[in-house]
């Protein structure tokens, strides 16, 4: 099978791209491309197939680029995900810190006497010691025109998740100095008269004791 020019030229072109071929060859080549368009066609097929290699890299490139642009909504939504997540967190926090009042029916009272101190206790049932704090808050009041009028709120609060102990018990102590005198806020002593009452708040009631009283109630430890 006899080749001709056009052949000749063809198989020439990979060679005549990568110069590695002789001077007089590319002299033949390119005076056969002056006047053969067919061969000219096949030159710029063959450019283009040479080029394309660079195209693709340069296509790979590109998702290179995407993935910088997705690693950077990444770290966007990352932020975005740790901001929520603080929010609801410290919004959980509250609920779990918010206190309300306990019901009186939820409590046992007593009060207990060792030395001139007397210590008023609450503890909370079996049921709602499982799942809340109890809490005695003492707004301990001495107002010289008022006397002495301590309030204590007693509520719950609901322990954090992972805190599996929960306070099933709150105390109150009052330092008396006799029957009749009690150690204020101040540290000083105040003189108790009739009208001196400790106000225990619970959900459903408020419960008054004369502090006399309470004195005189008070089992001896
Ligand atoms: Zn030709």
Same mark, same amino acid.
């Given at each position: 099978?006899?080749m001709?020019n056009?052949?000749?030229?063809k198989d020439?072109?990979?060679?005549?791209?990568?110069n590695? $071929?002789?001077?007089?060859s590319?002299k033949?080549i390119?005076?056969h491309?002056?006047?053969?368009p067919?061969?000219q066609?096949y030159?710029q097929a063959?450019?283009a197939?040479?080029t394309?290699?660079?195209?693709?890299?340069?296509?790979q490139?590109?998702p290179?680029?995407?993935?910088k642009?997705?690693?950077?909504?990444?770290?966007?939504?990352? $932020?975005? $995900?740790? $901001?929520v997540?603080?929010?609801a967190g410290?919004?959980?926090?509250?609920l779990?810190?918010?206190s309300?009042?306990?019901?009186?029916q939820?409590?046992?009272?007593?009060?207990q006497?060792?030395?001139q101190t007397?210590?008023?206790?609450f503890?909370s049932d079996?049921a709602?010691a499982?799942?809340?704090?109890?809490?005695?808050?003492?707004?301990?009041?001495?107002n010289d025109?008022?006397g002495f009028?301590?309030v204590?709120?007693v509520?719950?609060?609901r322990?954090l998740?992972?805190?599996?102990?929960?306070n099933q018990q709150a105390q109150?102590?009052?330092?008396?100095?006799s029957?009749?005198?009690i150690?204020g806020n101040n540290?000083?002593?105040?003189?108790?008269?009739?009208n001196?009452?400790v106000t225990?708040?619970?959900?459903?009631?408020?419960?008054?004791i004369?502090l006399?009283d309470?004195?005189?109630s008070a089992?001896?430890?």
């Amino acid at each position: 099978m006899k080749m001709n020019n056009h052949d000749i030229i063809k198989d020439l072109i990979p060679g005549y791209l990568d110069n590695v $071929i002789s001077t007089s060859s590319r002299k033949l080549i390119e005076t056969h491309l002056q006047s053969c368009p067919s061969c000219q066609k096949y030159l710029q097929a063959m450019k283009a197939e040479l080029t394309t290699p660079a195209q693709l890299n340069l296509k790979q490139i590109n998702p290179l680029k995407k993935i910088k642009q997705r690693t950077h909504h990444k770290v966007i939504l990352g $932020i975005l $995900i740790t $901001i929520v997540i603080m929010v609801a967190g410290y919004f959980g926090l509250a609920l779990y810190a918010h206190s309300f009042p306990a019901a009186s029916q939820q409590i046992t009272q007593s009060v207990q006497k060792n030395g001139q101190t007397v210590t008023l206790t609450f503890q909370s049932d079996q049921a709602t010691a499982k799942k809340l704090n109890l809490m005695a808050l003492d707004q301990g009041d001495n107002n010289d025109e008022d006397g002495f009028q301590p309030v204590i709120d007693v509520r719950f609060s609901r322990p954090l998740p992972w805190n599996r102990n929960k306070n099933q018990q709150a105390q109150v102590s009052f330092n008396f100095l006799s029957p009749y005198q009690i150690r204020g806020n101040n540290g000083q002593p105040y003189p108790l008269e009739e009208n001196d009452i400790v106000t225990i708040n619970y959900k459903n009631k408020r419960q008054r004791i004369r502090l006399i009283d309470l004195y005189q109630s008070a089992e001896t430890n």
